[in-house]
């Protein structure tokens, strides 16, 4: 297995034949070839080329697929007690590369041929069909399936403790009101005593 990690805008990248690595913007239109030139590591035949800091003669080569826009990133700002808020978003263009060809410089080139690349498309999308079909028969199994009716509820149970509750409230606040009744009448009766 040969592959190459290489600098390119900032960025370090691990790639093997036949990869698509996502990069920031690069300077191509798709279908073009982007040549890197600052290999760091290639690995061959068995043997690891380390560069100091890169490798000579090193390079690998890449067929720009497309361009495009990252998913948003929300930036927001807050200070606490100052009505300070803001809010942002931003998109991160990029680029995607196939990589086509390491050159580890020497006898140590590996390019991926039109054959191969026609393969791993029909492999894609050979996947993304099975996948597609899979999601079908398994949605179709859920709207086959019956749903059983859901459980009557016991309403008469809650209507009687309703009731009770309502009842036992009623003879609480009866009680309470004879209790004051009385007190009064104690109260009256001892001043009635003391004069």
Known sequence: ??????????????????????MPSLDAEPGGTVTFDEVLLGAGDG??????????????RGEV?????????????FKRRKNYRRKSGHRQDFTEVRINEIDLGGDLKVTLEPE????????????????????????????????KP??????????????????SKSKTSKSKTSKSKTSKSKKSSSKKKKS
Do not use: N
């Open 47 to 60: 043997e690891v080329l380390i560069g100091r800091p890169t490798l000579e003669g090193a390079s690998v």
């Open 116 to 147: 191969k690349k026609a393969a791993k498309k029909k492999k894609t999308k050979k996947k993304a069909d099975a996948k597609k079909t899979e999601a079908k028969k398994t949605t179709a199994k859920k709207s086959t399936a019956k749903k």
């Open 1 to 22: 297995m040969t592959y190459a990690i290489f600098k390119a805008a900032g960025f370090q990248y691990r790639a093997e034949l036949g990869d698509l690595l996502r």
């Open 65 to 77: 697929v497309r361009h495009g826009r990252g998913d948003k990133v929300i930036v927001y700002k």
């Open 150 to 167: 859901a459980a009557k509820k016991k309403t008469t149970a809650k209507k009687t403790t309703a009731k009770a509750k309502s009842s």
